[in-house]
């Protein structure tokens, strides 16, 4: 399981559990990334570095709160409950840090969701934040802004997916443009959001039994909402690898490198080989739901979405055959972070300075 409790630096991916130990490079405002979604709730602030930036704090909660919402077209009460005593806790680690420029997002669940406007009203009530609901275009781009730095340079690019609880996007990257301060900009050649994610997949199909023939159905499934996409850009396919950002890929790479407990400086970046991936992938569909429960990288929390989340990438591997996949323990947030500081013209300064 993810425990984002501890600070940690998605630049130099070096673990930073006492804050004296932060340094004294870090300048200007104190930004915070936000990202309520399907499943999670995520948090991340951060302050400027020379040519990056540091995370001086993080947080993230599995909430479900697009739960039931395939048959319902709502978020249900219990689920907004959770939310908005998250949402409290993220406020107040805000106020904690002294954030003063903040992006704070929502997506699927709250795009979808005939209540999603009265959620929104009921969270800048109760918990004093207002909340941005992005399209899915915004969250393609912020996924490939966050990610960019994993692209290797020697390919021609990438694409990039984003398995998120109730949407999954899919983006062609070209080779990152260089820039003078700060990281490397993502250079998107297309991109698709398909209408299935995790939790709505499980929703539909089950997660706690799942066989090879329901399994299948998922891969169906997917594999109708890419074909347009992939089609479009098949000729892209032998000249970039995949680069996956979810809490599938993840978790994948966690079950692969045998990890005890979840550990993001060894996955961030990680790669892994195709017949890997596959490897990874039939263990967890021969395992019992206990037995993914058992699992230190997956748990309770993930232990009847994993599949769901398994199906989405396998539909998208067999779209874009590719040798290799790289494994990002960062997304929405960091790309946030990155046009928040790109805007504020932050590593402009720090080159004047």
Not at 93 to 110: D, F, S
Request: aromatic share 4%; charged share 25%; with cysteine.
């Amino acid at each position: 399981m993810q425990d984002e409790s501890a600070p940690y630096d998605p630049g130099r991916r070096e673990a930073r559990s006492d804050p004296s130990a932060w340094g004294t490079d870090l300048y200007g405002p104190t930004y915070a990334a936000l990202d309520l979604g399907t499943n999670n709730c995520r948090l991340l602030v951060a302050r400027a570095t020379h040519d990056g930036f540091r995370v001086i704090d993080a947080f993230s909660r599995i909430i479900r709160l697009g739960e039931g919402i395939t048959a319902s077209g709502r978020l249900g009460e219990p689920a907004i409950g959770r939310a908005i005593e998250v949402l409290g806790i993220c406020r107040d680690k805000m106020r904690n840090r002294g954030v003063t420029r903040t992006r704070l997002i929502a997506t699927e669940a709250c795009r979808l969701a005939e209540n999603g406007a009265e959620f929104l009203d009921r969270v800048r009530s109760e918990v004093g934040i207002v909340l941005e609901i992005v399209d899915r275009e915004t969250e393609a781009m912020l996924a490939a802004t966050g990610c960019t730095p994993l692209v290797d340079p020697e390919a021609e690019g990438a694409i990039l997916f984003d398995i998120g609880g109730g949407s999954s996007e899919i983006a062609r990257l070209g080779r990152p443009k260089s820039a003078r301060r700060g990281p490397p900009e993502p250079a998107m050649q297309g991109w698709t959001s398909l209408p299935v994610g995790v939790v709505t997949l499980a929703e539909r199909h089950g997660g706690i039994t799942v066989t090879p023939e329901i399994f299948e159905t998922m891969v169906a499934e997917a594999a109708s909402h890419i074909a347009s996409f992939a089609r479009d850009h098949a000729a892209h396919r032998p000249t970039t690898h995949l680069l996956g950002t979810s809490g599938t890929v993840t978790t994948i790479a966690g079950v692969h490198l045998g990890l005890r407990r979840y550990d993001r400086r060894r996955v961030d970046g990680c790669w892994m080989m195709d017949e890997e991936v596959t490897e990874v992938m039939q263990r967890l569909l021969a395992m019992s739901y206990d037995e993914r429960v058992c699992n230190a990288c997956i748990g309770a929390e993930r232990a009847d979405l994993v599949l769901a989340g398994c199906a989405i990438l396998e539909a998208i591997r067999r779209a874009f055959p590719s040798g290799r996949l790289r494994v990002a323990d960062r997304g929405l947030r960091e790309g946030m972070l990155v046009q928040m500081m790109r805007a504020d013209g932050v590593w402009r300064e720090a080159g004047a300075s």
